[in-house]
């Protein structure tokens, strides 16, 4: 994802088309402004994104309670999910930075802020990196006020905060302690505080006691020989990381690194141990990781084109721009095969494999994610080898032929939740036999890059 993304626009309405087992041809393609699912998915509710921050495009969702948060280059919003076909917006901070990464836990939300400022405040302005006094990096909310979030803390971080990822302490240190592993990148020799190499990440220390005493705890070095950085057809060289996935329970982590699929140890909290790295010739830019709730299998998504690009078509093909299949086998990654949806889409579509989570289904990998312009898949990767979709919402291209589309799509207690650039939250349901089971899954909690693991009917981890 390029560090500063131009902004995007979408519209839509409603449909219904009926879901095929064979690819879709171009002539296939919904109508303009269109809203179109499998006959086992349903679009519940639109809530279009508030006023204060409708200029800017929504990003990331975490979700605690009968809460979700929605980050947005401009801030983010808080809606009451308490009744999901009736979701309303509760609150708006207005606080720019791109690209709004969020995380939440107990009553502090943490937002990722790539986009060099003048200085920290929620007024602030762009500045140029190459200034020494410009700021970016992680803001810290106390959200106890659902209606008056307030902004308790800044850390500055070495190239800013594209994403970030919340990481629990380990043992009593969990009562103390989370942890914030920062990814960020494009280093450039005129930026004092992200000048290259920059093959780290940073990782914030937030006492729960005293969050206004966050800080930079360490920056360990993930690639101290240099990453994949001359492999042909990549977006970026390897520079960092794009994202870090946690499974704190069983002490690991996936780390997609531009040029790089990552495994870590991290049971040393500050202090992550690269125990697996893979490249793939096919791949333009390792983006964001899933693992399987048992751990032995981890989803990589190839953002090829940066998000920018048409590459849900004929002409890019099924391997490029798709998720690839990873099973743990002695704790390294063997490739198994890749996922891509089959509804090609129009060639004004970006569309591209992006944020998603798992449907907790005991026994069964399922997995729902966003595909921008390509909308929402549902598949099933049980089978590593043969992974197939199960169910799909979409929208067809913009009538203007400009681009948009969902960013991030979760399941969360039995919908789905999409943040989509322009249109705001969607709210989706599936019907169907693989997944009916989830919906005796509950949690509070659920940031998607910090994985907890489900256990079949009840309560989940949270």
């Known amino acids: 994802m390029s560090r500063y993304r131009r902004s995007l626009v979408l519209a839509a309405a409603a449909a219904v088309l009926a879901l095929s087992g064979m690819p879709a041809q171009a ?21 279009p994104k508030p006023a204060p921050i409708a200029a800017t495009i929504n990003t990331d969702i975490a979700f605690q309670g009968d809460y979700a948060y929605v980050g947005n280059y401009g801030g983010f919003s808080i809606y009451d999910i308490s009744n999901p076909r009736k979701a309303t917006p509760v609150s708006s901070v207005v606080c720019p930075g791109a690209q709004m990464d969020v995380s939440v836990y107990g009553d502090l939300l943490f937002t990722a802020v790539d986009s060099s400022r003048n200085d920290d405040s929620c007024s602030s302005t762009a500045q140029s990196a190459s200034i020494k006094e410009s700021w970016e990096g992680v803001r810290i909310f106390d959200i106890s006020d659902k209606t008056n979030p307030r902004y308790i803390k800044s850390v500055e971080t070495n ?25 960020s990148y494009l280093p450039a020799d005129n930026f004092p505080d992200c000048a290259p190499p920059h093959d780290k990440i940073s990782i914030i ?8 005493a966050a800080a930079v705890a360490s920056t360990p070095v993930v690639f101290p020989d240099g990453g994949n950085e001359t492999q042909p057809g990549l977006l970026l060289p390897t520079t960092g990381c794009h994202d870090i996935t946690t499974y704190a329970e069983k002490d690991i982590a996936a780390g997609a690194c531009m040029g790089d699929g990552v495994l870590f140890d991290i049971s040393d909290r500050l202090n992550p141990k690269v ?10 830019f390792w983006h964001s990781a899933t693992f399987s709730n048992d751990a032995r299998k981890v989803v990589f998504t190839d953002e090829l084109g940066g998000g920018g690009a048409a590459t849900c078509n004929e002409a890019t093909g099924p391997n490029r721009g798709a998720d690839a299949i990873y099973e743990i086998v002695k704790g390294q990654l063997v490739f198994k095969s890749y996922f891509k949806i089959s509804r090609y889409q129009a060639d004004s579509e970006n569309c591209v494999a992006h944020n998603g989570s798992l449907i907790p289904v005991k026994g069964r990998d399922i997995m729902v994610q966003a595909w921008y312009m390509g909308g929402v898949s549902i598949w099933d990767f049980t089978d590593a080898a043969r992974p197939r979709e199960i169910g799909y919402f979409d929208r067809g291209p913009r009538a203007d032929g400009s681009g948009g589309g969902i960013w991030s799509a979760y399941y969360y207690n039995g919908y789905i939740y999409g943040a989509d650039f322009h249109q705001g939250l969607d709210v989706i349901k599936i019907n169907d036999p693989l997944t009916d089971s989830a919906r005796f899954v509950r949690t509070d909690r659920l940031n998607t890059q910090t994985q907890e693991s489900y256990r079949g009917r009840g309560h989940g981890h949270g």
């Not at 380990?170 to 009562?175: E, F, I, V, Y």
């Open 27 to 47: 002539a296939d393609i919904p109508p303009p402004d269109t809203v179109v699912t499998s006959p086992n998915v349903t679009h519940v509710l639109n809530v």
């Open 159 to 183: 190239c800013g905060s594209h994403t970030l990822t919340l990481v629990p302490g380990k043992g009593r240190d969990r009562l103390r302690n989370v942890y914030i592993y920062v990814s």
């Open 205 to 212: 220390k937030v006492p729960l006691r005293n969050p206004a």
């Open 275 to 284: 125990t697996a790295r893979t490249t793939d010739p096919n791949f333009a």
